[in-house]
Protein backbone atom coordinates (compact mmCIF):
# COMPACT_ATOMS: atom_id res chain seq x y z
CA UNK A 1 0.00 0.00 0.00
CA UNK A 2 1.28 3.47 -1.34
CA UNK A 3 -0.66 6.29 -0.74
CA UNK A 4 0.63 9.50 -1.32
CA UNK A 5 -2.77 11.50 -0.49
CA UNK A 6 -4.93 11.83 2.27
CA UNK A 7 -7.73 8.58 2.44
CA UNK A 8 -9.99 8.63 5.17
CA UNK A 9 -9.80 6.27 7.67
CA UNK A 10 -6.43 4.81 5.72
CA UNK A 11 -3.93 7.46 4.97
CA UNK A 12 -2.89 10.54 6.94
CA UNK A 13 0.82 10.66 6.76
CA UNK A 14 3.83 10.97 4.59
CA UNK A 15 7.10 10.55 4.26
CA UNK A 16 8.48 12.83 6.84
CA UNK A 17 6.04 12.12 9.20
CA UNK A 18 6.00 8.09 8.34
CA UNK A 19 10.04 8.38 9.19
CA UNK A 20 9.63 10.21 12.39
CA UNK A 21 7.53 7.68 13.77
CA UNK A 22 9.59 4.72 12.58
CA UNK A 23 12.03 6.75 14.81
CA UNK A 24 9.96 6.82 17.57
CA UNK A 25 9.41 3.25 17.26
CA UNK A 26 13.24 2.60 17.34
CA UNK A 27 14.33 4.56 20.26
CA UNK A 28 11.45 3.36 22.50
CA UNK A 29 12.63 -0.37 21.38
CA UNK A 30 15.82 0.49 22.79
CA UNK A 31 14.33 1.93 25.70
CA UNK A 32 12.27 -0.90 26.81
CA UNK A 33 15.30 -4.00 25.99
CA UNK A 34 17.76 -1.33 28.25
CA UNK A 35 14.78 -0.90 31.21
CA UNK A 36 14.32 -5.14 30.72
CA UNK A 37 17.82 -5.49 31.12
CA UNK A 38 18.55 -2.66 33.95
CA UNK A 39 15.75 -3.92 36.13
CA UNK A 40 16.76 -7.66 35.92
CA UNK A 41 20.36 -7.10 36.31
CA UNK A 42 19.36 -4.83 39.56
CA UNK A 43 17.50 -7.67 41.16
CA UNK A 44 14.37 -5.81 41.15
CA UNK A 45 11.01 -8.14 41.86
CA UNK A 46 9.84 -9.56 38.47
CA UNK A 47 6.81 -7.33 38.97
CA UNK A 48 8.70 -4.23 38.14
CA UNK A 49 9.37 -5.46 34.87
CA UNK A 50 5.95 -4.58 34.24
CA UNK A 51 6.61 -1.23 33.54
CA UNK A 52 7.96 -2.33 30.34
CA UNK A 53 4.71 -1.67 28.88
CA UNK A 54 5.03 1.88 28.51
CA UNK A 55 7.77 1.94 26.07
CA UNK A 56 6.92 -1.08 24.28
CA UNK A 57 3.30 0.02 23.98
CA UNK A 58 5.36 3.55 22.76
CA UNK A 59 7.39 1.63 20.21
CA UNK A 60 4.69 -0.74 19.21
CA UNK A 61 2.65 2.75 18.35
CA UNK A 62 5.31 4.15 16.62
CA UNK A 63 6.41 1.24 14.19
CA UNK A 64 2.28 0.63 13.76
CA UNK A 65 1.75 3.87 12.35
CA UNK A 66 4.71 3.99 10.24
CA UNK A 67 3.50 0.49 8.79
CA UNK A 68 0.04 2.02 8.29
CA UNK A 69 1.06 5.38 7.01
CA UNK A 70 -1.89 7.12 9.87
CA UNK A 71 -1.39 8.94 12.96
CA UNK A 72 -3.64 8.14 15.64
CA UNK A 73 -3.38 11.41 17.30
CA UNK A 74 -3.68 13.31 13.64
CA UNK A 75 -6.80 10.56 13.35
CA UNK A 76 -7.95 11.87 16.51
CA UNK A 77 -7.93 15.53 16.04
CA UNK A 78 -8.92 15.55 12.64
CA UNK A 79 -5.42 16.38 10.58
CA UNK A 80 -3.70 14.76 8.33
CA UNK A 81 0.06 15.77 6.73
CA UNK A 82 1.80 15.35 3.33
CA UNK A 83 3.88 17.89 3.34
CA UNK A 84 7.26 19.17 5.49
CA UNK A 85 7.01 18.49 9.50
CA UNK A 86 4.30 20.07 11.40
CA UNK A 87 2.24 21.84 8.32
CA UNK A 88 -0.75 19.76 9.51
CA UNK A 89 -4.23 20.38 7.20
CA UNK A 90 -8.04 19.74 8.85
CA UNK A 91 -10.24 17.56 7.42
CA UNK A 92 -13.49 19.11 6.75
CA UNK A 93 -15.89 16.31 6.24
CA UNK A 94 -17.37 14.39 9.22
CA UNK A 95 -17.57 10.55 7.81
CA UNK A 96 -13.85 11.13 7.05
CA UNK A 97 -13.52 12.33 10.77
CA UNK A 98 -15.42 9.28 11.78
CA UNK A 99 -13.27 7.13 9.57
CA UNK A 100 -9.91 8.71 11.08
CA UNK A 101 -11.22 8.53 14.56
CA UNK A 102 -11.90 4.97 13.98
CA UNK A 103 -8.75 3.69 12.87
CA UNK A 104 -6.50 5.91 15.32
CA UNK A 105 -8.57 3.99 18.16
CA UNK A 106 -7.48 0.45 16.55
CA UNK A 107 -4.28 1.31 15.80
CA UNK A 108 -3.90 2.57 19.98
CA UNK A 109 -5.48 -1.03 21.23
CA UNK A 110 -3.31 -2.60 18.65
CA UNK A 111 -0.07 -1.11 20.94
CA UNK A 112 -1.84 -1.19 24.20
CA UNK A 113 -2.74 -5.15 23.30
CA UNK A 114 1.50 -5.33 22.46
CA UNK A 115 2.90 -3.26 24.78
CA UNK A 116 0.41 -5.67 27.24
CA UNK A 117 2.01 -9.02 25.78
CA UNK A 118 5.68 -7.43 26.19
CA UNK A 119 5.36 -6.55 29.76
CA UNK A 120 4.06 -9.93 30.61
CA UNK A 121 7.27 -11.88 28.65
CA UNK A 122 9.12 -9.54 30.87
CA UNK A 123 7.49 -10.58 33.74
CA UNK A 124 7.98 -13.91 33.69
CA UNK A 125 11.29 -14.21 32.25
CA UNK A 126 13.63 -15.48 34.44
Request: charged content about 20%; overall charge positive; hydrophobic content about 50%.
Amino acid sequence: MTHNEYVPGVCNIGGDEIERRRKVGWVSLAITLALFAALKAAGFDSWWRLLVFFPAALSASGFLQALFRFCSGFGRAGLYNFAALGETHRVDDEPSKAKDKTKAYQLILYSVCIGGVVAIIAKVLD
